[in-house]
């Protein structure tokens, strides 16, 4: 039942906003200090086929783009999915009962039992692994293939505009390998909690991505996230800081760039559109 797949989708799902609307979206052109143009798209990356047409910014986008950029190239996911598959698990004679508090396994014990999920199988698992687990896209009536990525992959494939990635497979994989015994338990444990105004949040996460509103997607990320910034620094924060050189790379090469990365990498002050602002490049959201 866990898979590199399912991994993959759930922190696609942690930060994406699912809706569709007509309107302006989260698309914007940038042009660099000295020249060159590039794309920016922010990604829903689980979607319903209701959620259909896709905004007409992203496919001016995409007629427009020479190349695809993502935040990682599927291709090397594919190729790296038992080494994902082995970051979430155990080693032989080591099991989760041995990394957590006894009251989080008995709690987990219980949970796991009222879905039938056997102890054997949820045991095996890094908390980590289990808290994106229970994120799948799947669990939500969400298909990955329907999401944005998903669907410009195919274009491009149809197209042959090249496909590439703002990381490799294992960064991917070591934001969240990479989190200690406590963060990965504290992560896990924060699938647990309620939100407080819950549906009444993500009306507003809606709302705000119908308008492109990606500083009131942040905001509502940041609150998510509040009990465990740190959290926020390696999947948000850290990335966005590792693209920007590539980012700049992409739009100084004479080509022009799609680059799609989830909606929650946009706002704050560390966002992307912020680090591109500070080094001089203008953005005009489309």
């Given at each position: 039942?866990?898979?590199?797949?399912?991994l993959?989708?759930?922190?696609g799902?942690?930060?994406?906003?699912v809706?569709?609307?007509?309107?302006p979206?989260?698309?914007?052109?940038?042009?660099?200090p000295?020249g060159?143009?590039?794309?920016?798209?922010?990604?829903?990356?689980?979607?319903?086929?209701?959620?259909y047409?896709?905004?007409?910014?992203?496919?001016?986008a995409?007629?427009?783009?020479?190349?695809?950029?993502?935040e990682?190239?599927?291709?090397?996911?594919?190729?790296?999915?038992?080494?994902?598959?082995?970051?979430?698990?155990?080693?032989?004679g080591?099991?989760l009962?041995?990394?957590?508090?006894?009251?989080?396994?008995?709690?987990?014990?219980?949970?796991?039992?009222?879905?039938?999920?056997p102890e054997?199988?949820?045991?095996?698992l890094?908390?980590?692994?289990?808290?994106?687990?229970?994120?799948?896209?799947?669990?939500h009536?969400?298909?990955?293939?329907?999401?944005v990525?998903?669907?410009l992959?195919?274009?491009?494939?149809?197209?042959?505009?090249?496909?590439?990635?703002l990381?490799?497979?294992?960064?991917?994989?070591?934001?969240?390998?990479?989190?200690?015994?406590?963060?990965?338990?504290?992560?896990?444990l924060?699938?647990?909690?309620?939100?407080e105004?819950?549906?009444?949040?993500?009306?507003?996460?809606m709302?705000a991505?119908?308008?492109?509103?990606?500083?009131?997607?942040?905001r509502?990320?940041?609150?998510?996230?509040?009990?465990?910034?740190?959290?926020?620094?390696?999947?948000?924060?850290?990335?966005?800081?590792?693209?920007?050189?590539?980012?700049?790379?992409?739009l100084q090469?004479?080509?022009?760039?799609?680059?799609v990365?989830?909606?929650?990498?946009?706002?704050?002050?560390?966002?992307?559109?912020?680090?591109?602002?500070a080094?001089?490049?203008?953005?005009?959201?489309?």
């Amino acid at each position: 039942m866990f898979s590199r797949r399912s991994l993959l989708l759930a922190v696609g799902f942690y930060f994406s906003v699912v809706v569709a609307h007509a309107g302006p979206a989260c698309v914007w052109k940038v042009t660099g200090p000295r020249g060159g143009t590039l794309y920016l798209g922010g990604s829903v990356h689980a979607l319903r086929s209701t959620d259909y047409p896709l905004p007409a910014t992203y496919n001016r986008a995409f007629e427009a783009c020479d190349r695809l950029v993502f935040e990682a190239d599927s291709k090397a996911l594919l190729e790296a999915e038992k080494d994902f598959v082995k970051a979430g698990r155990y080693g032989k004679g080591d099991s989760l009962r041995n990394h957590v508090d006894p009251r989080t396994y008995a709690y987990l014990r219980r949970f796991f039992d009222l879905v039938h999920f056997p102890e054997e199988q949820f045991s095996r698992l890094k908390p980590w692994a289990l808290a994106l687990l229970l994120q799948a896209p799947q669990l939500h009536g969400l298909s990955p293939d329907l999401g944005v990525e998903g669907y410009l992959e195919r274009r491009a494939q149809a197209n042959h505009k090249p496909v590439s990635g703002l990381e490799s497979a294992r960064e991917g994989i070591e934001v969240f390998s990479g989190l200690t015994d406590r963060q990965s338990e504290a992560m896990l444990l924060l699938t647990f909690i309620p939100q407080e105004n819950g549906g009444n949040a993500m009306n507003k996460v809606m709302t705000a991505w119908r308008h492109g509103d990606v500083e009131t997607i942040a905001r509502e990320s940041r609150q998510e996230m509040a009990d465990f910034p740190a959290l926020g620094e390696r999947v948000i924060d850290a990335r966005n800081r590792n693209w920007i050189p590539k980012i700049e790379r992409d739009l100084q090469s004479g080509r022009i760039y799609f680059v799609v990365v989830g909606a929650g990498h946009f706002g704050g002050p560390n966002g992307l559109l912020a680090l591109l602002r500070a080094r001089g490049c203008r953005i005009e959201q489309l």
